[in-house]
Protein backbone atom coordinates (compact mmCIF):
# COMPACT_ATOMS: atom_id res chain seq x y z
CA UNK A 1 0.00 0.00 0.00
CA UNK A 2 0.97 3.22 -0.87
CA UNK A 3 0.26 6.13 1.79
CA UNK A 4 0.21 10.14 0.17
CA UNK A 5 2.30 11.97 2.34
CA UNK A 6 2.12 15.74 2.30
CA UNK A 7 2.33 17.72 -0.78
CA UNK A 8 1.10 15.16 -3.64
CA UNK A 9 4.02 12.72 -2.58
CA UNK A 10 3.28 8.54 -2.22
CA UNK A 11 5.70 7.35 0.45
CA UNK A 12 8.47 4.73 -0.88
CA UNK A 13 7.73 6.80 -4.39
CA UNK A 14 10.67 8.31 -6.11
CA UNK A 15 9.69 12.00 -7.46
CA UNK A 16 11.01 11.78 -11.07
CA UNK A 17 11.92 13.72 -14.05
CA UNK A 18 8.89 13.82 -16.48
CA UNK A 19 11.56 13.15 -19.25
CA UNK A 20 14.93 13.09 -19.82
CA UNK A 21 15.27 15.55 -22.50
CA UNK A 22 13.74 19.28 -21.03
CA UNK A 23 13.31 21.95 -23.23
CA UNK A 24 9.91 20.46 -24.20
CA UNK A 25 8.11 20.93 -20.88
CA UNK A 26 8.51 23.21 -17.84
CA UNK A 27 7.79 21.86 -14.11
CA UNK A 28 6.81 18.56 -14.23
CA UNK A 29 6.92 16.16 -11.93
CA UNK A 30 6.18 11.74 -12.32
CA UNK A 31 5.51 9.63 -9.77
CA UNK A 32 5.21 5.78 -10.59
CA UNK A 33 2.23 4.56 -8.31
CA UNK A 34 1.74 0.98 -10.05
CA UNK A 35 3.34 -1.05 -12.77
CA UNK A 36 2.81 -4.89 -14.08
CA UNK A 37 0.78 -6.75 -12.15
CA UNK A 38 0.28 -10.47 -13.51
CA UNK A 39 -2.76 -9.57 -15.20
CA UNK A 40 -2.33 -5.64 -15.83
CA UNK A 41 0.38 -4.84 -17.96
CA UNK A 42 0.15 -1.65 -17.47
CA UNK A 43 1.93 1.71 -15.35
CA UNK A 44 -0.58 3.81 -13.37
CA UNK A 45 1.38 7.13 -13.00
CA UNK A 46 0.46 10.72 -11.55
CA UNK A 47 2.10 13.62 -12.96
CA UNK A 48 1.90 17.48 -11.37
CA UNK A 49 2.69 20.83 -13.49
CA UNK A 50 3.11 23.40 -11.49
CA UNK A 51 0.98 26.70 -11.83
CA UNK A 52 2.96 27.62 -15.26
CA UNK A 53 4.39 24.55 -16.38
CA UNK A 54 3.23 22.73 -19.25
CA UNK A 55 3.30 18.96 -20.18
CA UNK A 56 5.10 17.77 -23.54
CA UNK A 57 3.15 18.80 -26.81
CA UNK A 58 3.12 15.20 -28.52
CA UNK A 59 1.30 12.59 -30.17
CA UNK A 60 2.25 8.65 -30.03
CA UNK A 61 0.49 5.63 -30.86
CA UNK A 62 -0.44 4.56 -27.48
CA UNK A 63 -3.53 5.33 -25.80
CA UNK A 64 -3.33 7.13 -22.58
CA UNK A 65 -6.20 7.38 -19.80
CA UNK A 66 -6.16 10.19 -17.52
CA UNK A 67 -8.12 11.31 -14.74
CA UNK A 68 -7.48 14.60 -12.99
CA UNK A 69 -6.71 14.22 -9.30
CA UNK A 70 -5.89 17.87 -8.33
CA UNK A 71 -5.96 21.58 -9.32
CA UNK A 72 -7.39 23.32 -12.48
CA UNK A 73 -5.81 23.75 -15.96
CA UNK A 74 -6.22 23.49 -19.94
CA UNK A 75 -5.37 20.21 -22.47
CA UNK A 76 -5.06 20.48 -26.08
CA UNK A 77 -7.10 17.24 -27.39
CA UNK A 78 -6.59 16.94 -31.31
CA UNK A 79 -7.90 20.34 -32.45
CA UNK A 80 -9.52 21.54 -29.23
CA UNK A 81 -8.49 23.42 -26.03
CA UNK A 82 -10.74 22.09 -23.22
CA UNK A 83 -11.02 23.30 -19.66
CA UNK A 84 -9.79 20.58 -16.60
CA UNK A 85 -10.53 20.29 -13.56
CA UNK A 86 -10.58 17.58 -10.66
CA UNK A 87 -12.10 14.46 -11.77
CA UNK A 88 -12.24 15.25 -15.52
CA UNK A 89 -11.75 11.66 -16.89
CA UNK A 90 -9.72 12.13 -20.67
CA UNK A 91 -8.88 9.20 -22.96
CA UNK A 92 -6.54 10.60 -25.29
CA UNK A 93 -6.38 7.77 -28.33
CA UNK A 94 -3.53 6.70 -30.86
CA UNK A 95 -1.72 9.49 -32.95
CA UNK A 96 -4.03 12.41 -31.01
CA UNK A 97 -1.72 15.76 -30.55
CA UNK A 98 -1.76 16.73 -26.49
CA UNK A 99 -0.42 18.85 -23.95
CA UNK A 100 -1.59 19.61 -20.47
CA UNK A 101 -0.87 23.30 -18.96
CA UNK A 102 -1.20 24.35 -15.67
CA UNK A 103 -2.50 27.66 -16.71
CA UNK A 104 -5.27 28.86 -13.95
CA UNK A 105 -3.41 29.43 -11.29
CA UNK A 106 -3.12 26.24 -9.69
CA UNK A 107 -1.43 22.69 -9.90
CA UNK A 108 -2.57 20.06 -12.01
CA UNK A 109 -1.77 16.75 -11.21
CA UNK A 110 -3.10 14.20 -13.01
CA UNK A 111 -2.89 9.93 -12.81
CA UNK A 112 -1.85 8.87 -16.35
CA UNK A 113 -2.55 5.14 -17.35
CA UNK A 114 -0.78 3.55 -20.19
CA UNK A 115 0.44 0.38 -21.44
CA UNK A 116 4.33 -0.46 -20.05
CA UNK A 117 4.93 -1.48 -23.65
CA UNK A 118 4.44 1.64 -26.11
CA UNK A 119 6.10 3.71 -28.42
CA UNK A 120 8.22 6.82 -28.15
CA UNK A 121 6.78 10.03 -28.51
CA UNK A 122 6.71 11.83 -31.61
CA UNK A 123 7.39 15.99 -31.13
CA UNK A 124 5.52 18.82 -33.85
CA UNK A 125 6.84 18.99 -37.05
CA UNK A 126 7.56 22.57 -38.07
CA UNK A 127 4.27 22.31 -40.09
CA UNK A 128 2.50 20.91 -37.27
CA UNK A 129 3.49 23.97 -35.21
CA UNK A 130 2.71 25.88 -38.07
CA UNK A 131 -0.85 24.55 -38.25
CA UNK A 132 -1.31 25.02 -34.50
CA UNK A 133 -0.49 28.16 -34.61
CA UNK A 134 -2.88 29.25 -37.39
CA UNK A 135 -6.12 28.22 -35.05
CA UNK A 136 -6.29 31.44 -32.64
CA UNK A 137 -7.38 29.04 -29.85
CA UNK A 138 -4.24 27.12 -30.25
CA UNK A 139 -2.80 30.13 -30.48
CA UNK A 140 -3.53 31.12 -27.49
CA UNK A 141 -2.95 28.17 -25.71
CA UNK A 142 0.87 27.36 -26.59
CA UNK A 143 1.89 31.25 -26.52
CA UNK A 144 3.16 31.06 -22.98
CA UNK A 145 6.15 29.21 -24.66
CA UNK A 146 6.83 32.22 -26.80
CA UNK A 147 8.35 34.16 -23.68
CA UNK A 148 8.79 34.24 -19.53
CA UNK A 149 6.47 34.67 -16.91
CA UNK B 1 -13.64 13.24 -22.46
CA UNK B 2 -15.72 12.53 -19.39
CA UNK B 3 -16.45 15.53 -17.42
CA UNK B 4 -16.83 15.55 -13.96
CA UNK B 5 -20.34 16.64 -12.90
CA UNK B 6 -21.72 17.83 -9.61
CA UNK B 7 -21.99 14.87 -7.12
CA UNK B 8 -18.97 13.24 -8.27
CA UNK B 9 -21.15 11.73 -11.35
CA UNK B 10 -19.66 11.65 -14.84
CA UNK B 11 -21.38 13.51 -18.30
CA UNK B 12 -23.19 10.09 -19.95
CA UNK B 13 -21.72 7.37 -17.42
CA UNK B 14 -24.26 5.45 -16.16
CA UNK B 15 -24.17 4.78 -12.21
CA UNK B 16 -24.54 1.06 -11.94
CA UNK B 17 -25.54 -1.31 -9.38
CA UNK B 18 -22.17 -2.56 -7.62
CA UNK B 19 -23.13 -5.82 -8.00
CA UNK B 20 -26.35 -7.97 -8.81
CA UNK B 21 -26.24 -9.92 -5.71
CA UNK B 22 -26.93 -7.48 -2.95
CA UNK B 23 -26.83 -8.74 0.19
CA UNK B 24 -22.82 -8.79 0.61
CA UNK B 25 -22.54 -5.00 0.51
CA UNK B 26 -24.60 -1.94 1.54
CA UNK B 27 -24.48 1.37 -0.21
CA UNK B 28 -22.13 1.19 -2.99
CA UNK B 29 -22.20 2.78 -6.60
CA UNK B 30 -20.38 2.01 -9.97
CA UNK B 31 -19.37 3.58 -12.75
CA UNK B 32 -17.08 2.83 -15.54
CA UNK B 33 -14.79 5.55 -16.62
CA UNK B 34 -12.55 3.69 -19.75
CA UNK B 35 -12.98 -0.08 -20.55
CA UNK B 36 -10.85 -1.49 -23.53
CA UNK B 37 -8.86 0.61 -25.36
CA UNK B 38 -6.61 -1.06 -28.41
CA UNK B 39 -3.38 -1.13 -26.03
CA UNK B 40 -5.09 -1.76 -22.82
CA UNK B 41 -7.53 -4.17 -21.61
CA UNK B 42 -8.07 -2.88 -18.74
CA UNK B 43 -11.29 -1.35 -16.95
CA UNK B 44 -11.29 1.81 -14.95
CA UNK B 45 -14.08 2.03 -12.53
CA UNK B 46 -14.98 5.05 -9.53
CA UNK B 47 -16.38 3.20 -6.83
CA UNK B 48 -18.08 5.04 -4.34
CA UNK B 49 -19.76 3.98 -0.70
CA UNK B 50 -22.05 6.19 1.15
CA UNK B 51 -20.90 7.09 4.37
CA UNK B 52 -22.23 3.62 7.13
CA UNK B 53 -21.69 1.72 3.92
CA UNK B 54 -19.41 -1.50 2.66
CA UNK B 55 -18.00 -3.59 -0.68
CA UNK B 56 -17.84 -6.98 -0.41
CA UNK B 57 -15.78 -9.21 1.36
CA UNK B 58 -14.12 -11.33 -1.43
CA UNK B 59 -10.88 -12.20 -2.77
CA UNK B 60 -10.04 -13.60 -6.13
CA UNK B 61 -7.39 -14.23 -8.93
CA UNK B 62 -7.03 -11.04 -10.36
CA UNK B 63 -5.60 -7.60 -9.71
CA UNK B 64 -7.18 -4.68 -8.36
CA UNK B 65 -5.01 -1.35 -8.40
CA UNK B 66 -7.27 0.64 -5.93
CA UNK B 67 -6.43 4.89 -5.70
CA UNK B 68 -8.81 6.55 -3.11
CA UNK B 69 -10.36 9.66 -5.22
CA UNK B 70 -12.72 10.84 -2.14
CA UNK B 71 -13.30 10.97 1.95
CA UNK B 72 -11.74 7.98 4.04
CA UNK B 73 -12.44 4.75 5.31
CA UNK B 74 -11.08 1.37 6.24
CA UNK B 75 -10.35 -1.27 4.32
CA UNK B 76 -9.11 -5.36 5.69
CA UNK B 77 -6.38 -6.54 3.04
CA UNK B 78 -5.74 -9.88 3.98
CA UNK B 79 -5.10 -9.97 7.68
CA UNK B 80 -5.04 -6.07 8.33
CA UNK B 81 -7.23 -3.86 8.88
CA UNK B 82 -5.53 -0.35 7.73
CA UNK B 83 -7.25 3.56 7.56
CA UNK B 84 -7.34 4.66 3.71
CA UNK B 85 -8.01 8.21 2.78
CA UNK B 86 -8.40 10.31 -0.52
CA UNK B 87 -4.69 9.49 -2.53
CA UNK B 88 -3.65 6.20 -1.13
CA UNK B 89 -3.18 3.50 -3.48
CA UNK B 90 -3.48 0.01 -2.86
CA UNK B 91 -2.36 -2.80 -4.58
CA UNK B 92 -4.62 -5.81 -3.97
CA UNK B 93 -3.01 -9.40 -5.38
CA UNK B 94 -3.96 -12.60 -5.97
CA UNK B 95 -6.22 -14.14 -3.38
CA UNK B 96 -6.10 -11.17 -1.21
CA UNK B 97 -9.48 -10.99 0.96
CA UNK B 98 -10.40 -7.01 0.76
CA UNK B 99 -13.04 -5.02 1.73
CA UNK B 100 -13.70 -1.18 2.22
CA UNK B 101 -15.25 0.49 4.63
CA UNK B 102 -16.96 3.83 4.50
CA UNK B 103 -16.99 3.88 8.86
CA UNK B 104 -15.23 7.13 9.84
CA UNK B 105 -18.82 9.25 8.54
CA UNK B 106 -17.50 10.10 5.24
CA UNK B 107 -18.22 8.87 1.39
CA UNK B 108 -15.32 6.24 0.51
CA UNK B 109 -14.81 7.22 -3.67
CA UNK B 110 -12.22 5.27 -4.88
CA UNK B 111 -10.62 4.43 -8.58
CA UNK B 112 -9.96 0.55 -9.51
CA UNK B 113 -8.72 -0.76 -12.22
CA UNK B 114 -9.03 -4.54 -13.15
CA UNK B 115 -8.03 -6.24 -16.40
CA UNK B 116 -11.74 -6.67 -17.99
CA UNK B 117 -11.55 -10.67 -18.54
CA UNK B 118 -11.18 -11.74 -15.11
CA UNK B 119 -12.33 -14.08 -12.58
CA UNK B 120 -15.66 -14.04 -10.26
CA UNK B 121 -15.21 -12.87 -7.07
CA UNK B 122 -15.62 -15.93 -4.33
CA UNK B 123 -17.09 -15.32 -0.93
CA UNK B 124 -15.61 -16.04 2.30
CA UNK B 125 -17.17 -19.91 3.65
CA UNK B 126 -17.96 -20.39 7.22
CA UNK B 127 -14.38 -21.11 8.06
CA UNK B 128 -12.83 -18.28 6.76
CA UNK B 129 -15.29 -16.12 8.38
CA UNK B 130 -14.38 -17.53 11.61
CA UNK B 131 -10.63 -17.26 11.14
CA UNK B 132 -11.29 -13.33 10.58
CA UNK B 133 -13.69 -13.16 13.55
CA UNK B 134 -10.74 -14.83 15.71
CA UNK B 135 -8.76 -11.62 15.10
CA UNK B 136 -10.06 -8.41 17.43
CA UNK B 137 -9.30 -5.87 14.82
CA UNK B 138 -10.79 -7.87 12.00
CA UNK B 139 -13.79 -8.07 14.12
CA UNK B 140 -14.16 -5.19 14.93
CA UNK B 141 -13.88 -3.90 11.45
CA UNK B 142 -16.47 -6.49 9.78
CA UNK B 143 -19.17 -6.33 13.44
CA UNK B 144 -21.05 -3.38 11.68
CA UNK B 145 -22.41 -6.55 9.01
CA UNK B 146 -24.15 -7.58 12.92
CA UNK B 147 -26.48 -5.17 13.20
CA UNK B 148 -28.26 -2.30 12.41
CA UNK B 149 -27.31 1.09 12.28
Not at 42 to 68: D, K, N, Q
Not at 84 to 93: L, N, T
Not at 97 to 110: I, S
Amino acid sequence: MLRKQHEYRWEGVDLLRYKEQDDTFRDVTRQVLFRNAPDIPCEWRYFEVAPGGWSTLEHHEHTHWVVIFRGRGEALLGDEVVAVAAGDAVEIPAWTWHQFRANQGEELGFFCLVNSVRDKVTLPREEDRARFLANPKIRKFLEADNGEE
